[in-house]
């Protein structure tokens, strides 16, 4: 006959779920919230920030590079936006230039990871990871930098993956909420539906983490009004990507205890007509300029509390294929922007694009390991000085990107 | 009750017409909506997660018949899944005609009117037919196949022109060989105009190679990303697939070798010295790749992950890829060995978006298009071909947790009957067990639901508490419905 279960609680909870504990080992007060804008897919950094002082640049690229800032036969949108006289903006990234000219962003060109796979799947994993092979914890970089950091904010969001799921890089042993849309987190109903639905929900989840966690946003969320919120900024792409910014940008100025905001901007997997003034990756250019000068701009009484970074998974290789694409390459690139980064500069050694400097297939070297830039951000805006559990096995170069 | 009065009629009308009625009796007692006596049949808790794990949802007649004919046995009817009549679900996708037609039809019906209707035509007829099929069909076994493939030759279908050439693939490549041959089914697809397409291989042309393909083929499709290959075999493969493309004009969407646009000379692919023979140089890589101890691996562990947990025992791993090898890629050979064995080591899983909706659908006999179940599904993250990047909809529980809000808003929309088109029948699905009180309400709705009842202490504070929440009796179990669904519990496969 039928067997009875001891508790509905006891239904498999979080004993199944892969989290791992830690204590928090230091207290700190919080630091900056921290944004952190992951571009899927490989993004053709080459093209993003073109290093217009190098023939072989164009010589790699005959078809997808972009004019050198003097080019007298081309259009001044068709050229590069100089930046330091070798390195330039795409021109669907100028929006990013006021940022820039501020001192607010610094870019880190030739930056990455070690894996050579050249798989989306398996570089995407270790770094948000911040592993270097499948050893090593299962939890994501920003979870562990939660759970190793006591900063006695116990907000339910604490930590907020942008979307339908939350990133690899927060699971951890802190929770973490999806946060698709604000406007859409309710239950719907009348008044007094919602009072029975909340008691019932409640009930079934007292001992899940996740679903009281998730309770918690629901009624912080509830009294933000979000229907209303007007943002005084009122250029955000219209897209998911603007959305979610928008939504990182409400959540700190509510004050609801938001420490990090993970936001995902896919589509940079460009092997066939990715487009090299038009097309796909311009237009995921302009939606990543546009989106970051915008939440700059709304954010510009917060940016001394505020560090957001860009980061890639690997870059595209230096020339372009037959199909007016570019393959899987190596070397990519990190942007920080922030009220303390030591902006208006690239950063990092520039490796060259000569036939002997490529490496493998003819790719980017890697200069400056991506940890080296996240561990900097953690030690010197975060305060968390216990670089070696948040990316363990890995000792960071600090590179005085930020001050 | 699943159809319409109208294709009840025209059931009604063929059944009249066919001599062998006998043969479509299960398709009639479901018209009756006749359940059986027992309205869910006792399981013990193996055979109620296994059946979850073998459907989309223990749904009340799945109880029945795997407690008439114990799992084994169950398993066996469902792998001979052509033996299962499924009558009834072909009357009701009858009407969608894009499911049968050829590429270059469905691109007329996109670009008769230039107008959105016809170019999301077969878009909207593929989604809404997987989903009936998944909901409705007897064939759970095959359609939970047919899902897992569709994941692991995952296809973008918003990009073009794969919103008129995926349906080719999902009849010709996934539900063709989706109980077949590995080595079948991983050809078709190479040979596919919307995976060519989906991962720029149409683009593939001599000279400077596009990788896209070849990559995946590798490292999704086939070997794993440990497989063992390297980025030179990347690239020699790249050039060995230079010239698969698609037909651009008469016979728009077809597959097509160019062969003025592939590479000339001798390649070297895993140690393969390929010579060259155009079209045949890629296909002898695809030969070699289909059946590779790597590929065994990987195939048996996905299939593994699938069924039995997220960190699937290695013994069956072995054992599975074994089988792989000695049938030379027979999945259902294959799938023997994982559900026969490897059942008995099962591990909670998270439901995936899909896999909850339609637990909740089918569990508790909801009548329904489909169509409203696109807004869910698409804020829970899971629309049918949807996923852009080749690797499909993740398949492991940690990937899945953290966004409940959109599990709890449908629960309550479907127990409030608020979801177009879509009905549920509480009270008729517990009067077959009523005592009348709500209690055992409770109960039944826990066992059908969880497989088993809740212990009296928490099913009595769960009625207490919504009671003192201000539910009146009818609205409590209505309230409770809802929670179970949206219980943790119920997140669990």
Redesign the interface.
Same mark, same amino acid.
């Not at chain 2, 683009?203 to 896209?212: C, D, L, Q, Y």
């Not at chain 2, 529980?397 to 959109?406: E, K, R, T, V, Y």
């Not at chain 2, 088993?452 to 212990?455: G, I, Q, R």
């Given at each position: 006959m039928l067997e009875t279960l001891p508790m509905l609680q006891q239904i498999p909870t979080k004993t199944w779920m892969p989290r791992l504990s830690f204590a928090p080992k230091n207290t700190a007060p919080r630091g900056d919230t921290l944004v952190v804008v992951f571009l899927r897919g490989a993004a053709d950094v080459l093209n993003m920030v073109v290093p217009h002082g190098e023939d072989a640049y164009y010589a790699l690229r005959p078809t997808l590079g972009i004019a050198r800032p003097d080019n007298g036969r081309k259009m001044k949108d068709e050229r590069v936006v100089n930046l330091d006289g070798f390195f330039g903006f795409h021109p669907n990234m100028s929006s990013l230039l006021e940022a820039w000219q501020s001192g607010q962003l610094a870019i880190i060109h030739a930056c990455g990871a070690p894996d050579e796979s050249r798989s989306h799947f398996k570089a995407m994993e270790l770094m948000e990871r911040g592993v270097d092979d499948e050893r090593g914890p299962a939890s994501g970089w920003i979870g562990r930098h939660l759970a190793t950091l006591n900063t006695g904010n116990s907000s339910p969001l604490r930590a907020v993956g942008m979307g339908t799921r939350p990133q690899r890089s927060l699971s951890g042993s802190v929770p973490v909420s999806a946060l698709r849309s604000i406007a859409d987190f309710h239950l719907g109903g009348d008044v007094r539906a919602l009072q029975q639905m909340r008691a019932a929900l409640s009930y079934v989840y007292q001992n899940d983490e996740l679903g009281q966690d998730t309770l918690s946003i629901m009624d912080t969320l509830q009294k933000l009004d979000p229907l209303n919120y007007q943002s005084p900024i009122t250029n955000y792409p219209d897209t998911e990507f603007g959305l979610a910014l928008k939504q990182t940008a409400m959540l700190i100025k509510a004050e609801v205890g938001l420490e990090v905001s993970a936001i995902d901007l896919g589509g940079w997997d460009t092997h066939f007509t990715q487009g090299s003034l038009n097309g796909i990756m311009p237009n995921l250019m302009k939606d990543l300029g546009e989106g970051l000068a915008a939440f700059h701009a709304d954010m510009a009484d917060h940016m001394s509390k505020l560090t957001t970074v860009t980061m890639s998974e690997f870059g595209r290789r230096a020339y372009e294929n037959g199909s007016l694409g570019t393959d899987h390459g190596h070397g990519s690139m990190m942007m920080v922007l922030g009220g303390n980064v030591d902006g208006g500069k690239v950063h990092g050694q520039w490796p060259g694009l000569e036939d002997g400097q490529l490496i493998g297939p003819g790719d980017l070297a890697v200069t400056t390991d991506y940890r080296d830039v996240l561990s900097e951000v953690l030690v010197k805006r975060l305060n968390n000085q216990a670089t070696s559990d948040v990316f363990p096995e890995y000792r960071p170069v600090i590179r005085n990107i930020m001050k | 009750m699943t159809l319409s009065r109208r294709d009840f009629l025209k059931l009604a009308t063929l059944l009249s017409a066919s001599a062998a009625l006998n043969a479509c009796a299960p398709a009639l007692r479901r018209l009756t909506d006749d359940l059986p006596a027992v309205p869910w049949s006792?399981l @013990?808790?193996a055979d109620f997660t296994a059946l979850n794990r073998i459907t989309f949802g223990a749904r009340v007649e799945e109880r029945a018949r795997l407690a008439e004919i114990g799992l084994a046995n169950y398993i066996e009817e469902q792998l001979d899944y052509e033996a299962i009549n499924d009558l009834t679900l072909d009357l009701q996708l009858s009407t969608f005609n894009t499911l049968t037609m050829s590429a270059n039809e469905i691109e007329a019906v996109t670009n008769q009117l230039f107008d959105g209707y016809d170019r999301e035509r077969p878009i909207n007829e593929l989604r809404q037919a997987t989903f009936l099929r998944q909901l409705y069909s007897k064939r759970q076994l095959y359609e939970v196949m047919v899902d897992f493939w569709s994941d692991h030759f995952n296809i973008f279908i918003e990009k073009e022109p794969c919103f008129y050439l995926k349906t080719v693939d999902d009849r010709d490549v996934i539900r063709k060989h989706a109980l077949g041959n590995f080595r079948d089914l991983v050809w078709a697809s190479a040979h596919s105009p919307a995976m060519l397409t989906y !991962?720029?291989n149409q683009? /593939?042309?001599?000279?400077?190679?596009?990788? /896209?393909y070849a990559?995946e083929l590798m490292?999704?499709h086939t070997l794993g990303?440990e497989g063992g290959y390297s980025?030179n075999d990347?690239?020699q493969l790249a050039r060995c697939l230079t010239g698969w493309s698609v037909k651009e004009h008469f016979w728009l969407g077809d597959f097509v070798f160019k062969q003025d646009q592939h590479e000339p000379g001798e390649k070297n692919v895993l140690g393969l010295a390929i010579q060259e023979a155009g079209q045949s140089e890629a296909e002898q890589v695809i030969e070699h790749l289909a059946l590779h101890p790597s590929t065994a691996k990987f195939i048996s562990t996905k299939l593994a992950r699938r069924f039995i947990a997220?960190e699937p025992p290695q013994e069956i791993i072995e054992k599975a890829a074994q089988t792989f090898l000695a049938t030379k890629g027979d999945i259902k050979s294959v799938l023997r060995v994982i559900l026969l064995e490897g059942l008995a080591f099962v591990?909670?899983k998270?439901k995936r978006p899909l896999n909850f909706v339609l637990s909740a659908l089918r569990m508790l006999n909801v009548e329904t298009d489909g169509v409203a179940m696109h807004d869910p599904l698409m804020?829970?993250?899971q629309m049918y071909f949807n996923w852009?990047?080749p690797?499909g909809y993740p398949d492991t @529980?940690?990937?899945?947790?953290? /966004? !409940?809000?959109?599990r709890?808003?449908f629960a309550?929309?479907l127990i409030?009957n608020?979801l177009p088109k879509t009905k549920h029948n509480l009270n008729a699905l517990l009067d077959v067990a009523s005592t009348g009180s709500l209690h055992t309400d409770v109960d039944s709705l826990t066992?059908l639901l !969880?497989g088993?009842?809740?212990?009296r202490?928490?099913r009595d504070?769960?009625i207490d508490?919504?009671h003192?929440?201000?539910?009146t009796e009818e609205?409590t179990l209505q309230?409770?419905a809802?929670?179970?669904i949206?219980?943790?519990?119920f997140q669990?496969r």
């Open positions: - | 006792p @013990s808790m !991962l720029d683009a /593939n042309v001599k000279g400077t190679p596009n990788e /896209n990559r490292e999704l990303v980025q990347v690239m997220d591990q909670p998270y804020q829970m993250g852009t990047t690797d @529980s940690d990937a899945w947790q953290g /966004n !409940l809000m959109p709890w808003q309550f929309e409030r608020e066992s !969880l088993t009842p809740l212990d202490l928490t504070g769960m508490t919504v003192s929440a201000g539910a609205e309230i409770i809802a929670s179970l949206a219980s943790p519990a669990w």
